[in-house]
């Protein structure tokens, strides 16, 4: 797999999971940073966003943990055994420590040491990158709830969930079905849940992310087309648009799907920036334009009539002016059942179910 195709593989994903988290604190910027949403990718799919793995966290490290990863890899070269960052770092922090703890028990000494002070606290955040789990176990705001016993409908079978505790002590179930291998990853998609859990009921949105460059997508591929499609019959033929406006105030309509086009990463080391759009997919032919070839394309100026920003999707979706109808736990087992965006191999499919949390531990 070359770089750019991991890198796009990363960017997608870390995108997907930063509008999970945005969603889930309601669009509270502090706890949905990059780099927590890069923590919380982590977590949930090592093989692509963990510590050792992940082109977007090396460039994110310090210049002394660079500086260990290039020694490590010279020296494993030069010896033809395998030699860690975390081996040839632990022996100078340990020494460092030492002559520091010299230093405080003469008193003379003590101002005499502000560069290996410093030194040290590089060090030690160095450590921390590169600790497969560092002292602080993990950054994440978000903090493992105590399992909870509430049967939610959930995507196929045999599939493992961690529980989150959300900053408004509702709580976060999060299932993340990805390919057995990172380099599958041309897409990811977010099925996020709100519930009423006194009802029996949620109402869902389902969210797919691409790349595209400047603003504009091909609608070319064959694999984003069977996976649109695929979206398509889950939400669109199976009516999660249908609502009932005796049921519900005021709202727009309840479109279940949407297509997030996602501004390519140039470079591992560039600020992270994405500016996409939330298309409804139904909305997605009228959009369509083409080029001087006949290629079919998307085009930030001809869906920004009809699309959502990420903030206004966000805010819309807290507060249940966007999404699907309500659908009862027994329809969204039936729905989950014959579910068929998570069997493809090409895209990671973030799962996201919440719901109030007080009372259930």
Not at 129 to 142: R, W
Not at 156 to 173: C, S, V, W, Y
Not at 267 to 285: A, D, M, V, Y
Request: hydrophobic share 35%; glycine share 6%.
């Amino acid at each position: 797999m070359n770089e750019e195709s991991r890198l796009d593989s990363e960017w997608v994903a870390l995108n997907a999971f930063r509008e999970l988290l945005k969603i889930a604190t309601k669009g509270d910027g502090a706890k949905s940073t990059y780099d927590e949403a890069l923590e919380f990718g982590g977590e949930l799919y090592p093989e692509l966003l963990g510590r050792q793995s992940s082109l977007l966290r090396r460039e994110r490290e310090s210049d002394t943990t660079a500086l260990y990863r290039q020694r490590a890899g010279l020296i494993s070269q030069k010896t033809g055994t395998i030699v860690t960052p975390l081996e040839l770092l632990l022996p100078d922090l340990e020494e460092l420590e030492d002559l520091l703890a010299i230093a405080a028990r003469h008193a003379r000494d003590r101002g005499r040491v502000d560069q290996l002070k410093k030194r040290l606290k590089l060090l030690r955040t160095s450590k921390d990158e590169l600790s497969p789990s560092p002292h602080s176990e993990n950054q994440l705001v978000f903090r493992d709830a105590e399992v909870v016993g509430r049967d939610l409908p959930k995507i196929g079978t045999g599939r493992g969930f961690r529980d989150f505790k959300l900053p408004d002590a509702n709580i976060l179930r999060v299932r993340v079905l990805h390919p057995d291998k990172p380099e599958y990853v041309t897409g990811a998609d977010v099925i996020y849940e709100s519930h009423d859990a006194d009802e029996q009921q949620a109402s869902i949105v389902a969210i797919q992310y691409k790349i595209w460059e400047e603003r504009s997508l091909p609608l070319t591929d064959p694999r984003m087309q069977c996976q649109l499609e695929k979206l398509r019959s889950f939400t669109c033929v199976e009516g999660l648009c249908f609502g009932d406006p005796q049921n519900k105030p005021f709202r727009f309509p309840h479109c279940a799907a949407f297509l997030r086009p996602t501004d390519r990463l140039q470079r591992s080391n560039q600020k992270f920036l994405s500016t996409g759009e939330h298309l409804p997919i139904c909305k997605i032919e009228c959009c369509t334009t083409h080029t001087r070839r006949g290629t079919p394309v998307l085009e930030y100026k001809t869906m920004r009539k009809v699309s959502l920003s990420g903030e206004v999707f966000e805010y819309l979706f807290a507060v249940g002016k966007v999404g699907s109808r309500m659908l009862s736990y027994s329809d969204l087992i039936k729905l989950y059942s014959k579910f068929e965006v998570a069997k493809g191999r090409e895209h990671v499919v973030i799962h996201a179910q919440e719901f109030p949390g007080q009372g259930d531990y």
